[in-house]
């Protein structure tokens, strides 16, 4: 139980990381990873991309992609960021317990 604050934070911070990225990543990490793969399609099949099956597939997995990266962005990012703030909390709580038993066991 040394690391509780930091567990918690790390869950407070994944679960926002998770909410983010519903709100805010979805849209944006799928129309970029759409972009991509058109580029891609593009560059293998010509510019004008035409509605070929394996252009198509290009397309459909660069977007996955693209909604994959952004939410290993914000989950993990959010996640690292609540474990960091929960272990200062759990160190600052550590420092002022040790004057304490420091004062206990000088006066015995």
Not at 23 to 32: A, D, E, K, Q, R
Not at 46 to 59: D, E, H, K, T
């Amino acid at each position: 139980m040394k690391q509780a604050m930091a567990n918690k934070g790390l869950y407070i911070g994944t679960g926002a990381g998770l909410i983010l990225f519903a709100l805010v990543g979805l849209l944006p990490g799928s129309l970029i990873g759409g972009l991509v793969g058109l580029k891609i399609a593009g560059l293998l099949f010509g510019s004008p991309v035409q509605s070929l099956i394996v252009a198509r597939i290009i397309v459909a997995l660069s977007m996955i992609a693209g909604v994959i990266g952004a939410a290993f962005v914000f989950v993990l990012g959010t996640g690292v960021a609540g474990w960091i703030i929960g272990v200062v909390i759990d160190t600052m709580k550590a420092r002022e317990v040790e004057p304490k038993e420091a004062l206990e066991h000088s006066k015995k």
